[in-house]
Structure formats: structure tokens, C-alpha cells
């Protein structure tokens, strides 16, 4: 008697198992994401699209897998590396592809005008890529939200003049909530297969 | 002397005869780089390879054919310049890609 309700026990705890690892948990990111969900806000600002002029909130990414990025043009290395990289992986996602957007944020407003980063982000080619651009409290708030650090150092001398910023990516699921952090973007041997991964999961079932 | 002038008229005439098909390719990747990974050129040369001071990405508009495949050689060995991506994109063109560039570049008239 005592055994079989055990038995039974040990049934109902094992399916409930099956039914949790058939649930979005199962999911493993790969080594270079890393999962912030209810650890970080959901998205949140508002900013100047460049490309249209247009007042934009994350309400106008609804329904988008939205990858979030802090970055400016005289760059020298890892914000073009990283938009090269985005790009292949958009390529990769093929007719997923569409279902995302990338927001490359300016940190640097003062150099980057609208029509600048508009034309730096078309090289790229892929029209995916949003550039936002905001006044100095529409970009410290947002990139507050995600604890993203910036600094600019202007100079005379366009040599001198510094921009330092977090190079993570943050990615957003179809609903705005904070997914996970792509760390390996601009690192020297990015996993884009992995990556593309973990992002074609979220467009198909919208959580990790 | 005379054999100098040859080599000179037939360096022009080389440089004349550059193919316009290899001029286009040249100019699309300067502006949206290659399908194996080279990055748009004019993210960091600029939009009209005038040069970003900000960036110690030096003027490519107007440049001679033999400079700019030195250099490009001189980048992807290591002995010249200090900006990884850039030695990674000299490394990453393919010889037919290195002239389809040089030819381009020749093209644009030098600011004088």
C-alpha cells in the first residue's frame, strides 16, 4: 500500500518534471548569452528615429524582437564589428529576419546628427537597423534602464576626442520584456550560429 | 629614360583600361564591404573616403593603384597601422578584391 502511493508520488512529481522541461525553461542560451530575465526592466524610452525623423517608443517595436545597442560613428572597432555581425546573423535568420529590430543608439548626439547616423547605419545595409538619437535626459534614462555606461570627452582634436560605452546588446521579446544580453557580439571569435539560435528561438515562441 | 616613359605610358594606359565592371565592384564594397565579412569601408574612411580623423582612418578617395595595394599588403602582414578590424579586412580581401578597390579609388578624383 505504502509502496504504491509512493510509486504514485513518484509518478505525479516525474510528470510534472516532463511538463516543466517541455515548458520555455528548457531552454539552454548559448555560453555568450546571458539570460537578465526579471533582473532587468522592461524596455522603456522615447527617441528620434533618424531615418524618418519620427518620435518613437518601444511601443513602436511591439510585436519585434528588439535588440537594443549603445553605440556612435567614430567608432573605431567595435560598434561597426558588431553591426557586421548583426547583420550576418540577420542574413542567417533568413525570413525570420524581418521579425527583428536592432535599435543602434547613439551615445554620442552631439557628432552623430540624424542624417549621419542614418547614412552610417544604410552602409550596413540591412533594414533592420533603427537608429535612435535623444537629447542628453532621453539618453541617460534609457541607458540607465539597462545599466549601460557611457562617457563622452569632447575635444578639439577629433583624435582626442573620447566615447566610451557598454558594448553589450540588450535583446527584448516581442512584448518588451528583457530577455538576455548578448555578450559576444564584438568579441574576437563571436558564436553567430549560437546566437542566431537563442534569437530564432524568442521570434518562434517569445521567451527563452 | 626612354624605357621609364614606356613603363609610365603603359602604367597609364593599364590604369585607363581598368574595367568598369571592376570599378563597380570596387565602389560596392567600399560601401557595403564583402559577403566574407569585410566591413563597409566608408564606416570608418568615410562617407566619401575623405578620410575620419577620429577614427586615424586616413583619405582613400584619389589614391594611387600601387599605394593602396602596398598598404592593403602592408596591413594584412602586420607591419603597418594598429586598428585590428582594419588588419582583419586587409587579411579578409581576396587579390581580385584588392584591385577591384585600387582601380575604384584611382578613380575618384584626388583633391587638390
Not at chain 1, 543602434?104 to 546628427?113: G, I, M, N, Q
Not at chain 2, 594611387?64 to 587579411?91: E, F, Q, W
Amino acid at each position: 500500500m505504502i509502496n504504491r502511493r509512493t510509486l504514485w508520488r513518484g509518478g505525479l512529481a516525474l510528470s510534472s518534471t516532463a511538463l516543466l522541461a517541455a515548458c520555455h525553461h528548457a531552454w539552454t542560451l548559448d555560453a555568450q548569452d546571458v539570460s537578465v530575465r526579471g533582473h532587468f526592466p522592461a524596455l522603456q524610452f522615447q527617441m528620434t528615429d533618424v531615418a524618418t525623423g519620427k518620435i518613437v517608443t518601444q511601443a513602436n517595436f511591439r510585436g519585434f524582437v528588439t535588440l537594443v545597442y549603445f553605440g556612435y560613428t567614430n567608432c573605431p572597432d567595435v560598434c561597426p564589428l558588431t553591426l557586421a555581425e548583426m547583420v550576418k546573423i540577420i542574413g542567417l535568420l533568413g525570413k525570420d529576419g524581418p521579425k527583428l529590430r536592432f535599435l543602434f543608439v547613439t551615445v554620442d548626439p552631439e557628432r552623430d546628427t540624424a542624417p549621419i547616423l542614418a547614412k552610417y547605419l544604410h552602409l550596413f545595409g540591412a533594414t533592420e537597423l533603427v537608429g535612435l538619437r535623444g537629447n542628453a535626459a532621453q539618453l541617460s534614462q534609457f541607458a540607465k534602464s539597462l545599466h549601460a555606461d557611457y562617457a563622452v570627452h569632447p575635444a578639439a582634436n577629433p583624435a582626442d576626442y573620447t566615447v566610451t560605452h557598454s558594448a553589450a546588446v540588450y535583446v527584448f521579446n516581442q512584448h518588451g520584456k528583457a530577455e538576455f544580453i548578448c555578450a559576444g557580439l564584438s568579441a574576437q571569435h563571436p558564436d553567430i550560429a549560437g546566437i542566431t539560435r537563442d534569437l530564432r528561438h524568442l521570434i518562434k515562441t517569445g521567451a527563452i | 629614360m626612354r624605357s621609364h616613359l614606356a613603363l609610365i605610358a603603359l602604367a597609364l594606359s593599364l590604369m585607363a583600361a581598368a574595367p568598369a565592371s571592376q570599378i563597380q565592384l570596387g565602389a560596392t564594397i567600399m560601401a557595403h564591404g564583402t559577403a566574407s565579412g569585410a566591413l563597409p569601408c566608408m564606416a570608418c574612411h568615410g562617407g566619401h573616403l575623405q578620410g575620419n580623423p577620429a577614427i586615424g582612418a586616413p583619405r582613400l578617395a584619389g589614391l594611387d593603384p600601387a599605394v593602396t595595394l602596398a598598404a592593403l599588403k602592408a596591413i594584412a602582414s602586420g607591419k603597418m597601422g594598429k586598428n585590428y578590424v582594419m588588419a582583419n579586412i586587409a587579411r579578409d580581401l581576396s587579390p581580385t578584391q584588392r584591385q577591384a578597390v585600387a582601380a575604384y579609388l584611382a578613380s575618384l578624383k584626388s583633391r587638390s
